[in-house]
């Protein structure tokens, strides 16, 4: 089984930043690909990207692209989403998740099989 913590949200002025990390543990040797989702009172759970733990293949959701920035370090288990310029309309339970081994990565909830507990992002002058 593998577990993810996910860390660093908190409030944030508009046109700020934050750096969310998520650390996974377990079994880990089974990532090949992880993402980051985000789910707002009242909405379904955003896709907002993704990566491979394989080579240097990225995804994001046209909301985010240019804004936030997804890296990893494998050697360490982490992933993190740079998050700039951030907006109110940013303000979310942000998660993150893992695919089973070797599914293709997906823009929707689907098929993501392993969550953390969430981190809030509040946005707000």
């Known amino acids: 089984q593998l577990q993810l913590v996910e860390s660093g949200g908190g409030l944030v002025q508009p046109g700020g930043s934050l750096r969310l990390s998520c650390a996974a543990s377990g079994r880990t040797f089974s990532i090949t690909s992880m993402g980051w989702f985000r789910q707002a009172p009242g909405k379904e759970r955003e896709f907002l990207s993704a990566?491979?733990?394989?080579?240097?293949?990225?995804y994001y959701a046209v909301s985010v692209k240019g804004r936030f920035t997804i890296s990893r370090v494998n050697a360490k288990n982490m992933m993190y989403l740079q998050m700039n310029s951030l907006k109110p309309e940013d303000t979310a339970v942000y998660y993150c998740a893992a695919l089973p081994p070797l599914v293709k990565v997906v823009t929707t909830t689907t098929g993501w099989d392993s969550w953390g507990q969430g981190t809030q992002v509040t946005v707000s002058s």
């Open positions: 990566i491979s733990w394989s080579d240097d293949s990225t």
